[in-house]
């Protein structure tokens, strides 16, 4: 590798190819640059028993271009090939052709290994520890995990794929009554094979990657007029709405009528319900009731993979945690006050949880706004805590939802001078729980601030006392106390506005 710390993962998949070119950091990686081409490398509805010239030309003319943008960034390409090129008698001529005219090394990978490779890219971004079962809908085949954070218990590939089976059961362009039902019905009777399996294990969460689920989502999210969120990443749809979905895509008989009326790109329009209706399958197969989406999948597994093979493995842990605290230590010019800002933050937390009525899960959402409220001074100190806001709605914070990352920069966003307001837009779009969210966390962060106010560390804790008229504050200080009473009594308006009672402030 050119520098040892760039890497470029590219995933050369039936439908489409994808390069995410990344820097090794102690936590994992930051993605530097993405790129993406639809180049429908496969096709055929029963064995892609062959590529054929022109689409190894398009391939290899795809693969070109993006070694020569990984070349740009000093990142050494690791390429892996799934079900197009595997199943293709002629796959030495391709491989042989991207070597010598892009200068790759095509690693062509059995679907077992693609499934385990999904699967370190999704669990890095859905986080946690729960049992999954991963889905990914590639254009050639559908790969179904069970997994915990770092093991494959079932890893199984199936020849299912968008376009596979958009040219078994939607090759005319006028969409057939009869297509879906037929369509249905295969998928099933291949994921069958695996029902017994999958319910002996067991799962927690069903999780879905790839550019259908990606799709399902997005027209799920958005139906009947509702903004697309900046972050797909984790958001949740039901096996309802995949079933409404499919129906919503079938209402328009060909590609460039579901493309046009919504808003679906023409290369995916044309491969959406094949995809959906295999979605669909795996929800009734396995008894899925509700769907995961993970916006990391095969690359960025490749990704942690290659960091694993040169001992530079991503740390065990909360994935959302590593991502925030990266973006912290990238753009905060005082990191070891927002550490301590944090650990006073979740102190005070764990004592007022119950007062605020919150749920405990906002504890971690706290904690990363702390660490990320003053990432705004990257672009200036003046208003820093309105920039914070953009840079973190702006980052790639794996690991949380886009509601999440939303109330991590409100919070940010609050931390310091005017509280939030109806009138201003960002806080006024959030629904009625999540306005008292922001509201009771960002209170909670002003004090935790007020009380590292000296930059230095003095407060070495905080206790909560409840008195009959007022909840008192008690901070433990080696060292003059006189600018901390004065900074926290200032910043107490919010929390007792939203608590309801007075604030006092005393020393123990």
């Given at each position: 590798m050119a520098g040892l710390d760039l890497i470029a993962a590219i995933d050369v998949g039936t439908n489409s190819f994808h390069m995410v070119v990344a820097r090794a950091v102690p936590n994992g990686f930051e993605v530097v640059t993405r790129e993406k081409e639809t180049v429908r490398l496969g096709t055929g509805s029963g064995e892609m028993s062959r590529l054929d010239e022109a689409r190894m030309d398009r391939g290899v003319a795809c693969l070109a271009r993006m070694a020569d943008v990984a070349a740009s960034h000093g990142a050494e390409v690791r390429a892996v090939?799934?079900?197009?090129?595997?199943?293709?008698?002629?796959?030495?001529?391709?491989?042989?052709?991207?070597?010598?005219?892009?200068?790759?090394?095509?690693?062509?990978?059995?679907?077992?290994?693609?499934?385990?490779?999904?699967?370190?890219?999704?669990?890095?971004?859905?986080?946690?520890?729960?049992?999954?079962?991963?889905?990914?809908?590639?254009?050639?085949?559908?790969?179904?995990?069970?997994?915990?954070?770092?093991?494959?218990?079932?890893?199984?590939?199936?020849?299912?794929?968008?376009?596979?089976?958009?040219?078994?059961?939607?090759?005319?362009?006028?969409?057939?009554?009869?297509?879906?039902?037929?369509?249905?019905?295969?998928?099933?009777?291949?994921?069958?094979?695996?029902?017994?399996?999958v319910a002996a294990l067991g799962f927690d969460v069903a999780v879905a990657s790839s550019g259908t689920a990606e799709t399902v989502a997005r027209l799920v999210a958005t139906a009947g007029g509702q903004p697309e969120p900046h972050n797909l990443n984790r958001f949740a749809f039901s096996r309802s709405d995949v079933s409404t979905t499919v129906a919503r895509l079938a209402a328009h008989r060909t590609a460039g009528e579901r493309s046009a009326a919504l808003g679906i790109d023409r290369n995916r329009a044309e491969i959406i319900i094949a995809g959906a209706v295999i979605l669909e399958a795996v929800a009734d197969v396995f008894r899925v009731q509700e769907f995961v989406f993970s916006d990391y999948a095969l690359r960025e597994g490749l990704l942690i993979d290659t960091l694993r093979?040169?001992?530079?493995?991503?740390?065990?842990?909360?994935?959302?945690?590593?991502?925030?605290?990266?973006?912290?230590?990238?753009?905060?010019?005082?990191?070891?006050?927002?550490?301590?800002?944090?650990?006073?933050?979740?102190?005070?937390?764990?004592?007022?949880?119950?007062?605020?009525?919150?749920?405990?899960?906002?504890?971690?959402?706290?904690?990363?706004?702390?660490l990320l409220a003053n990432v705004g001074v990257v672009v200036s100190h003046t208003r820093h805590h309105h920039h914070s806001y953009y840079v973190i709605r702006n980052s790639e914070l794996v690991g949380?939802?886009?509601?999440?990352?939303?109330?991590?920069?409100?919070?940010?966003?609050?931390?310091?001078?005017?509280?939030?307001?109806?009138?201003?837009?960002?806080?006024?779009?959030?629904?009625?729980?999540?306005?008292?969210?922001?509201r009771a966390l960002a209170g909670v962060l002003r004090i935790a601030i007020g009380l590292d106010r000296t930059l230095d560390g003095r407060v070495t804790d905080v206790t909560v006392e409840r008195g009959t008229d007022a909840l008192v504050l008690c901070y433990s200080a080696a060292g003059a106390r006189d600018v901390i009473d004065y900074a926290v009594k200032e910043r107490c308006g919010l929390i007792a506005d939203v608590l309801g009672r007075d604030i006092e402030v005393a020393t123990s």
């Open positions: 090939a799934t079900s197009a090129v595997r199943e293709a008698r002629n796959r030495g001529e391709f491989v042989k052709r991207v070597r010598r005219e892009a200068g790759i090394e095509l690693e062509v990978i059995s679907g077992v290994e693609e499934a385990r490779l999904i699967h370190l890219g999704a669990s890095r971004a859905i986080g946690g520890s729960a049992r999954m079962l991963l889905c990914d809908i590639g254009g050639g085949s559908t790969e179904i995990v069970i997994g915990g954070a770092d093991e494959e218990l079932l890893a199984r590939s199936f020849k299912l794929g968008a376009v596979r089976l958009t040219e078994r059961f939607f090759l005319d362009d006028s969409l057939h009554p009869a297509a879906i039902s037929a369509c249905r019905a295969y998928a099933r009777s291949r994921l069958v094979a695996i029902e017994r399996d093979r040169r001992g530079l493995s991503p740390a065990a842990g909360d994935p959302a945690m590593h991502s925030v605290e990266q973006l912290a230590r990238r753009c905060d010019d005082r990191p070891e006050h927002s550490r301590h800002v944090a650990r006073l933050a979740v102190r005070l937390f764990d004592q007022l949880r119950d007062d605020l009525g919150v749920d405990a899960s906002a504890r971690r959402l706290l904690e990363a706004a702390a949380l939802s886009d509601r999440e990352i939303e109330v991590i920069a409100q919070v940010a966003r609050y931390h310091r001078k005017g509280a939030p307001k109806a009138d201003h837009p960002e806080f006024a779009a959030l629904p009625a729980r999540d306005q008292h969210l922001v």
